[in-house]
């Protein structure tokens, strides 16, 4: 067991190493592709074997790390339970699949950067398992820090690119905003407690032994998912990831590391749930994020950024879910999302792979040119819009069950608007791009096997998980009857807005925009959002770096400068002391043995 | 198992040294060398296995944790030591390897004994056992002026302080009538001032051998003249060797007696740190360079020692490893590079990193790791050292090392900087013989893992050093 988990961990990590170590091999470029890829099928392997053998208890290992008087300080181990094996299996397989993607759809890559795009994947999957893994607070951080990085690297991937190289500060920047309170709220909840260990906590938890007063901790360390997860108002980084290649976006920007917030909400569920109050804020941010982000992408024209906001939204109905006090309902719409969203961004690579742009006004009747590419963006459509019986129809019917049963009416109504809002930006993306009136340019074709056999995978899995839920009726026990009626009427009149504004023509898109004229102008410009942050960075940061940047050029660098001066002139003078005589070397041990003599009659 | 085992397992590695090298005549260069490390690669394996507890010579010998804890980092290192003297050149020995090999072993011997010794005769016999075989040692080359020069120093003043010790060790047989070191230790209850006296005189003796200010001037001579491998190992085997005797005599069963030592090593802890760190910093040769950072390192450990407890006797123990590692992985990227540019001076490290990335990134590491930066074994060194001093309600020294470590990284990364940002002079990489590269493997996984995972060697230290309170 122990073995197994560690060799998931270990293989990609395994991988990095050897790719971090050996440049020849790295920039052999296929060569280190193929040893990335072995290793996160290995993982996968791994990953799957654990995950097919039932699990009667959850397992922990911890081996000691920092040694203190009493018991050790930190450790560094495994935490396995049923959640952290589904999505070590999410990771891995989503992973493996981006990795065997990616080596068609960045063929044109030079050998040394298609090396280094492997050797990041790598350090991703061995970042993100970690995390997954991780049984304390402080492996959790270290691994949650590794995939911050992971993800500064890998959106500016291509970092001649300006706005890639811009997003990918802009993607560190903000994140690490919410983790300075996920930092902070570490270490208070262990000044509180006394311990970073998951195990414990959680007993503490239910013995009702935690201390009083932990709604700010627990704030601070939902901030660290509001950062990581793309919550309001630090959502806004992740559109602008889109810079990075389509293949990252799937994997990290989509299934993987923005779940990373709603996954250690569900992990540290027992003690966000010791604080209601804490618990009602990410219930209405989330349903908040989701329906302002679904606003958003209904004017988004960039493909890869509607689907950007789609996750945005999506994630929000995890939080929702989370907030409402179901955090088996966030976890599986986690699952099934990462699943379809891959798929999503798959496809639409291969589209941008095909017609060379990402402005879905510029494509049209791809569905007859990419049929399969096509079949499969569909199928992700369908599953995103909650159509039954597909896995997003039972995950969403579960997150909404979850936010009605927790009386939570006002998120419960921003959701299901949401919903509606989803199946019409989607669709809307289907008709114009897929089917509509305008012929794209060039010949476009449908994508190598490379990269169809891993849509085609997602795909039969996004189906298979929902005709599952279908044929076992999971997931819906507890909802009120009537919502699964609902929840398909919403999507549904998503759809037909679509049909009757993009496909039919019977209502121009311009004239719905004049109608909703002052919403339409707000979600174009973001809401302002973006400016505001920028604003607020400019303004506050700059002003605030440009303070301490004159304190620290005149006042604290004269003194070190000062200081420094002194301690060279103060080595060069003592060097002195060093004749090269060896009367002297003697004379030093007597006069060293006199001071040791002195020192003693002075300290009696 | 006779307390022996490793003693006599020595003993007789010397012999058949010995034997080898009388009969192999010019070839035996290599040979002697070959059969010295296999030696000792047995026996470190015999150190980790075997169990030689117990006592002997009515308790003037003993063999426990401390001891074997000690042993094997003298056997590990002198095995470290050995190998990288394997790829020097032949001129270096001039058909007289086994010389040089029977000296390095018989000084081994020396410190073996010296861990074990708890009676004043037989530690001051252990103690020039170790110490004697040195001076030769550093006067190996002896054709270059040199070398014979910092030889002859090394001696003088080693002999002097010999001199200390031994007129110290009389006053201390002549207050507690008997040179067994419990005796001595309970003579010191009431701290009767003659027995301080000798025993503060044994102090400065100890002091020229683990190269503490103001008794370290042999060290930068020596270390500059005499071939890097050897200086590599003479910077951490005896100095270990001198805190495992410091233990003995100054803390293994004195008591409260103990307090007694608190200020006065904190002082020369204090001293030592500064002026190794400040010695350190105009320094353009990069073996003077790590000599004078040394003294600053035997200054940590001073640290540990001044708080004159279990826990800072242990992590003494824990700096010394690291130290092992960090420092002898550091002299031998410095040989490496020296052969190859025929300069110790800083600017043979130039663009290093595009030379050899690899070595490069090992010299960086062994770097990071003496200057105390996480996740290096370094860092935790420096860390519970510090740690202790600061449980012993030493705050102002623990202010001191920290405030110092900061300069220390000035000089540290100076050669980080040669070897990174400045360009090559030449394009071609540096040739590496394939012993060196072992030993720097060896010195980088040291460092690697002890910084990632301190935890076994602190338990174990820990355990090592319980005894002795």
Redesign the interface.
């Known amino acids: 067991m122990t073995s197994l988990a560690l060799a998931v961990l270990g293989l990609p990590f395994l991988a990095f190493l050897l790719l971090a170590l050996a440049p020849p091999l790295r920039r052999h470029g296929r060569g280190a592709a193929l040893v990335s890829i072995a290793a996160i099928g290995g993982s996968l392997a791994a990953a799957l074997r654990l995950w097919l053998v039932p699990l009667e208890a959850t397992v922990v290992r911890r081996w000691e790390w920092i040694p203190a008087e009493d018991g050790p300080l930190v450790s560094v181990g495994l935490y396995i339970d049923p959640v952290g094996l589904a999505m070590l299996v999410l990771v891995t397989l989503v992973a493996f699949l981006v990795q065997v993607y990616s080596w068609a759809y960045l063929e044109g890559e030079t050998p040394p950067s298609l090396g280094r795009y492997y050797t990041y994947q790598s350090l991703f999957a061995f970042s993100m398992l970690g995390l997954v893994l991780a049984p304390n607070f402080v492996q959790m951080l270290i691994f949650w820090e590794l995939v911050g990085l992971c993800s500064y690297l890998l959106i500016g991937f291509w970092y001649d690119r300006p706005a890639a190289a811009r997003a990918a500060v802009k993607a560190f920047w903000t994140t690490r905003l919410g983790d300075v309170g996920f930092v902070t709220g570490i270490v208070l909840l262990w000044r509180a407690t006394g311990t970073f260990d998951f195990t414990a906590l959680f007993a503490a938890a239910a013995a009702h032994r935690l201390p009083a007063g932990l709604s700010l901790t627990m704030f601070l360390i939902y901030l660290g998912a509001v950062g990581k997860s793309a919550q309001f108002p630090l959502h806004i980084w992740l559109p602008d990831a889109m810079e990075g290649p389509t293949p990252v976006s799937a994997l990290i920007h989509a299934a993987t590391m923005v779940a990373a917030g709603v996954f250690m909400v569900t992990r540290a569920f027992p003690l966000f749930a010791a604080t209601p109050p804490v618990l009602g804020l990410i219930a209405w941010v989330g349903a908040f994020t989701a329906l302002l982000a679904a606003t958003m992408a209904c004017v988004e024209t960039d493909i890869k950024r509607v689907l950007a906001y789609s996750t945005v939204s999506q994630l929000g109905y995890m939080m929702a879910a989370a907030g409402a006090a179901a955090p088996q309902a966030a976890f599986f719409h986690l699952v099934t999302h990462g699943l379809f969203k891959a798929l999503l961004f798959l496809a639409a690579g291969a589209v941008i792979h095909a017609v060379g742009t990402n402005d879905i006004r510029e494509m049209g009747r791809l569905f007859y040119a990419l049929p399969q590419t096509g079949t499969v963006f569909l199928v992700g459509t369908l599953a995103l819009s909650g159509i039954w019986p597909l896995s997003g129809f039972f995950s969403k019917e579960a997150v909404l069950a979850a936010v009605w049963n927790a009386r939570l009416g006002v998120p419960f109504a921003m959701l299901a608007l949401t919903a509606l809002l989803t199946a019409a930006y989607m669709f809307r993306v289907v008709f114009l791009a897929f089917f509509g009136d305008r012929q794209p340019g060039g010949h476009p074709h449908d994508a190598p096997a490379v990269m169809a056999v891993p849509l085609w995978i997602l795909a039969i899995l996004t189906v298979a998980i929902g005709v599952r839920g279908a044929l076992t009726g999971e997931g819906g026990q507890s909802a009120p009857r009537w919502l699964p009626a609902v929840s398909l009427a919403l999507a549904a009149a998503g759809i037909g807005v679509a049909l009757v504004t993009y496909q039919l023509r019977l209502v121009s898109p311009a004239a719905l925009a004049r109608a909703l004229g002052p919403l339409d102008f707000m979600a174009r410009r973001r809401y302002g959002l973006d400016a505001a942050a920028a604003a607020v960075y400019r303004g506050l940061v700059f002003g605030l770096s440009r303070l301490i940047g004159w304190v620290d050029r005149y006042l604290v660098d004269g003194l070190v400068n000062v200081l420094s001066a002194w301690t060279l002139r103060a080595g060069d003078r003592l060097r002195r002391i060093q004749t090269g005589r060896a009367q002297d070397y003697v004379y030093g041990i007597a006069v060293g043995f006199l001071l040791l003599l002195i020192a003693s009659q002075i300290w009696r | 198992m006779t307390p022996f085992a490793l003693e006599i397992g020595v003993a007789l590695l010397m012999l058949i040294v010995l034997g080898a090298g009388l009969i192999g005549g010019d070839g035996g260069r290599r040979r002697t060398g070959a059969i010295t490390a296999l030696g000792l690669v047995v026996l470190v394996a015999a150190a980790f296995t075997l169990r030689p507890w117990g006592s002997a010579g009515g308790g003037a010998f003993v063999s426990d944790r401390l001891a074997r804890f000690a042993k094997r980092l003298f056997l590990g290192s002198t095995l470290i030591g050995v190998l990288a003297s394997l790829s020097l050149p032949g001129e270096v020995f001039r058909r007289r390897a086994t010389e040089y090999y029977l000296l390095l072993l018989s000084s081994l011997l020396g410190m073996m004994v010296l861990a074990s010794a708890r009676d004043l005769i037989l530690l001051f016999v252990a103690f020039e056992l170790m110490s004697i075989p040195l001076y030769a040692l550093a006067g190996f080359r002896k054709r270059e002026p040199e070398a014979v020069e910092a030889a002859?120093?090394f001696f003088?003043?080693g002999t002097?302080?010999s001199a200390?010790m031994a007129y110290g060790l009389s006053f201390v047989y002549g207050t507690a009538a008997t040179t067994a070191l419990p005796g001595v230790a309970r003579a010191l209850e009431g701290q009767p001032p003659l027995l301080?006296?000798g025993l503060?005189?044994v102090?400065?003796g100890f002091?020229?051998k683990i190269a503490?200010?103001?008794?370290?001037?042999?060290v930068?001579?020596t270390y500059e003249a005499a071939s890097t491998p050897f200086v590599a190992w003479l910077s951490v085997a005896p100095k270990a060797a001198g805190f495992v005797a410091l233990f003995r005599i100054f803390l293994e069963g004195v008591g409260d007696q103990v307090t007694l030592w608190m200020?006065?090593i904190a002082?020369?802890a204090a001293?030592t740190i500064v002026?190794g760190?400040?010695?350190?910093?105009?320094q353009q040769n990069v073996k003077r360079l790590l000599a004078y950072s040394g003294i600053a390192h035997i200054g940590y450990m001073l640290v540990g020692l001044a708080a004159v407890s279990a826990?800072g006797t242990a992590m003494v123990l824990f700096y010394l490893v690291a130290y092992v590692f960090a420092n002898m992985g550091a002299f031998l990227v410095v040989e490496v590079v020296a052969r190859s540019e025929g300069t110790e001076h800083l600017n043979g490290f130039r663009g290093l990193a595009q030379r050899s990335?690899?070595l490069a990134v090992a010299m960086l590491l062994f770097l990071l790791s003496l200057g105390g930066i996480p996740f290096v074994a370094g860092f935790w060194a420096k860390l519970y050292v510090l740690w202790a001093a600061a449980e012993a309600g030493l705050y102002w020294l623990v202010l001191l090392g920290a405030i110092l470590t900061v300069?220390a990284l000035?000089y540290y990364l100076v050669i980080a900087r040669r070897m990174y940002i400045d360009p090559p002079t030449r394009p071609e990489p540096i040739p590496l013989a394939p012993t060196m590269a072992l030993c720097v493997i060896v010195c980088v996984l040291g460092v690697v893992v002890l910084g990632l995972?301190?935890?076994p060697l602190?338990?174990a230290a820990l355990r090592a050093a319980s005894r002795l309170f």
């Not at chain 2, 503490?212 to 042999?218: D, E, I, L, Q």
């Not at chain 2, 760190?277 to 105009?282: D, K, Y």
């Open positions: 002859l120093k003088l003043v002097v302080s200390v301080v006296f503060l005189a102090l400065a002091g020229f503490a200010f103001p008794f370290h001037m042999w930068p001579d200020p006065i002082a020369l001293v002026g760190n400040l010695m350190a910093l105009p826990s990335p690899l300069v000035f995972a301190p935890s602190v338990l």
